[in-house]
């Protein structure tokens, strides 16, 4: 069920670039608007031809512009949540999902609106539904076509912050049950960090950086036209206790971090945006600081870039924080991989849609 | 009142209204989504009925239908009779003059569905011909709907091209139009006034019906 792309066009943008997204696996499709990630997302579901190119699902060839192969949209397996999700408004929310169904059976209907947490909503028309009531319903139709691939077009961008979040976490509670590729399209690299394993950068119709989300959120060359304080790692913690502050004692693998604005039950796991601009590095375990969150860890590496700043790799228990810091200031301490460092972290930097589920942990997942 | 004026009128309105319903369904929504070159050509000539005298217009099929030409000269091949003075010849008639009755808010009724919608129906897994009838036509229909009752209402009224193609002939040409103006040129009044007064409780009542439908629409859709 691997995904492959390949596509090269001059207009009406210049594209060229390649990917493979495995089976089970969300690769994030990320660049500054204008740099072609709706055009492959087109290219993908059939909705443009370009100019050569090769999409190829599962062994099932949907364009192969050397032989001329070009199946239409409707005939490929591709299940589209479109950016204004595009209901049909003239149906229920079961008819839109039904009518992505080759026979339409509202058992069926009732399962995928279920699944997307629309229980008792079937008959209600787009119009009646709240935007992030219809953007599951946009889901529930992409799965009912039972896609090869799952495509997403920026689909958390028509909601509020507070809808985002919860959408988020169930898209990655919902890719437990989906064994096909997924593609997710974003300029929002928080929204990719939290929910893709790997990614391409898109700039100008290349691809500029194709790797791990880790990775490519690690690379500032990668970043560049992102923006270079998007820069960040991931953390994995458990939450331990809310303390009557209201913040939160999360458990690390480089020792317990304070947070404020963290949900869930103690023993919830968590994933944590630690953005690599906000960590502070002392050779020393500092005192009489305000921050609260000190991680202790071994430096892995020292990347220097073009500009003044340098990219610190810090190895915690086995998890890696990425440190933002001036080419100077690690002069002055001297970092080099092997020293031992600490990661001082204000608990206010993190930001309440920078901490996710994690998708293993959900009690329905 | 003339029943046998009214009843014709009927019929003549009933065929033009099921030529022209797949006529406007295939050419509105291929004006309103295809770009081609001489679009805009096209539009124009659909458009010219809207302008022409009908007089002018008249005269113009009156030629063209006539046993003189190529598709006179066809019809009476195959039909045995001539086109001009004869009800398929209004027909014929009746279509070409409604097609910008026609064609113009079918293809508005089409241009007002967003290009996403198409392209959801199309990855849901629709061809073409389920997606017109599944998404399109039901998004489309209050245009649909003021197509058919212009275009029905209007071929009730046409006369002048009535009066060039088809004559005054009772039972077969002789609309109710025409018989309103025969009543009073025979200063029937109130006859003419009769008939009239049908004339105008249909057509009121075919707006009326549009309108009914298109609110029901809307807010069903808002």
Same mark, same amino acid.
């Given at each position: 069920m691997t995904l492959s792309v390949a596509l090269q066009a001059t207009a009406p943008i210049p594209l060229d670039l390649s990917f493979q997204v495995e089976p089970g696996e969300m690769l994030a499709l990320v660049g500054p608007s204008g740099a072609g990630k709706s055009t492959v997302l087109r290219s993908i579901a059939g909705l443009w031809r370009p100019e050569r190119g090769r999409v190829a699902v599962a062994g099932e060839t949907w364009l192969d512009t050397a032989t001329g192969v070009n199946l239409p949209p409707y005939r490929r397996h591709a299940g589209v949540v479109f950016q204004s999700y595009a209901l049909f408004p003239h149906m229920t929310a079961a008819g839109n999902v039904m009518a992505a169904m080759a026979r339409p059976r509202r058992a069926e209907a009732a399962r995928l609106l279920d699944l997307v947490n629309l229980h008792g909503l079937a008959d209600r028309r787009p119009a009646e539904l709240s935007g992030g009531q219809q953007q599951r319903v946009a889901v529930a139709r992409a799965l009912a076509r039972e896609p090869r691939v799952l495509i997403l077009d920026e689909p958390f961008s028509a909601v509020d912050r507070a809808t985002r979040e919860r959408l988020q976490d169930e898209i990655l509670a919902l890719r437990a049950h989906l064994g096909m590729p997924v593609v997710l399209v974003t300029h929002d690299l928080n929204e990719a960090q939290l929910l893709a394993d790997r990614m391409v950068v898109i700039d100008r119709g290349r691809a500029v950086r194709f790797g791990t989300?880790?990775?490519?959120?690690?690379?500032?060359?990668?970043?560049?036209?992102?923006?270079?304080?998007?820069?960040?790692?991931?953390?994995p913690a458990v939450v331990v206790r809310h303390e009557e502050d209201g913040l939160a004692r999360l458990d690390t693998a480089g020792g317990p971090l304070f947070l404020p604005g963290v949900e869930g039950a103690p023993g919830t796991r968590l994933r944590v945006r630690i953005m690599a601009h906000e960590v502070i590095l002392s050779r020393a375990r500092p005192v009489g600081l305000s921050a609260q969150n000190i991680l202790s860890?071994?430096?892995?590496?020292?990347?220097?870039?073009?500009?003044?700043?340098?990219?610190?790799?810090?190895?915690?228990?086995?998890?890696?924080?990425?440190?933002?810091?001036?080419?100077?200031?690690?002069?002055?301490?001297?970092?080099?991989?092997?020293?031992?460092?600490?990661?001082?972290?204000?608990?206010?930097?993190?930001?309440?849609?920078?901490?996710?589920?994690?998708?293993?942990?959900?009690?329905?997942a | 009142m003339d029943w046998t004026a009214l009843t014709l009128s009927l019929e003549l309105a009933a065929w033009t209204?099921?030529?022209?319903?797949?006529?406007?369904?295939?050419?509105?929504?291929?004006?309103?989504?295809?770009?081609?070159?001489?679009?805009?050509?096209?539009?124009?000539?659909?458009?010219?009925?809207?302008?022409?005298?009908?007089?002018?217009?008249?005269?113009?099929?009156?030629?063209?239908?006539?046993?003189?030409?190529?598709?006179?000269?066809?019809?009476?091949?195959?039909?045995?009779?001539?086109?001009?003075?004869?009800?398929?010849?209004?027909?014929?008639?009746?279509?070409?003059?409604?097609?910008?009755?026609?064609?113009?808010?079918?293809?508005?009724?089409?241009?007002?569905?967003?290009?996403?919608?198409?392209?959801?129906?199309?990855?849901?897994?629709?061809?073409?011909?389920?997606?017109?009838?599944?998404?399109?036509?039901? #998004?489309?229909?209050?245009?649909?709907?003021?197509?058919?009752?212009?275009?029905?209402?209007?071929?009730?009224?046409?006369?002048?091209?009535?009066?060039?193609?088809?004559?005054?002939i009772p039972g077969e040409t002789k609309t109710i139009a025409i018989a309103i103006y025969d009543r009073v040129q025979a200063f029937d009044m109130g006859a003419a006034g009769t008939m009239a007064?049908? #004339?105008?409780?249909?057509?009121?009542?075919?707006?009326?019906?549009?309108?009914?439908l298109s609110a029901r629409v809307g807010r069903r859709l808002a």
């Open positions: 989300t880790a990775a490519v959120m690690a690379d500032p060359a990668a970043l560049r036209a992102l923006g270079i304080r998007e820069l960040a790692a991931m953390l860890g071994v430096v892995t590496a020292v990347q220097a870039g073009e500009g003044p700043g340098v990219m610190v790799h810090l190895d915690i228990g086995g998890e890696e924080i990425l440190a933002r810091i001036t080419r100077r200031a690690a002069a002055d301490l001297g970092l080099a991989p092997g020293d031992a460092a600490h990661a001082i972290l204000k608990a206010m930097s993190v930001a309440r849609d920078h901490i996710a589920r994690d998708a293993a942990d959900r009690p329905d | 209204v099921a030529i022209l319903l797949p006529v406007s369904v295939l050419a509105g929504r291929g004006l309103a989504l295809a770009r081609f070159r001489g679009r805009g050509a096209v539009e124009a000539l659909v458009m010219l009925p809207l302008v022409l005298p009908p007089t002018v217009f008249g005269f113009y099929l009156l030629l063209v239908f006539g046993r003189n030409s190529p598709v006179g000269a066809l019809w009476q091949a195959t039909f045995g009779h001539q086109l001009v003075f004869s009800f398929e010849g209004l027909v014929v008639a009746s279509v070409i003059f409604n097609l910008p009755f026609a064609i113009q808010p079918a293809q508005r009724g089409f241009e007002a569905i967003p290009a996403d919608l198409r392209e959801a129906a199309a990855t849901c897994g629709m061809s073409p011909l389920r997606s017109l009838w599944k998404v399109e036509l039901p #998004l489309a229909w209050p245009g649909l709907v003021t197509a058919m009752v212009l275009t029905f209402a209007h071929t009730l009224g046409e006369f002048g091209i009535v009066l060039m193609v088809g004559g005054s007064a049908a #004339l105008v409780a249909i057509s009121f009542s075919a707006i009326a019906v549009t309108f009914v």
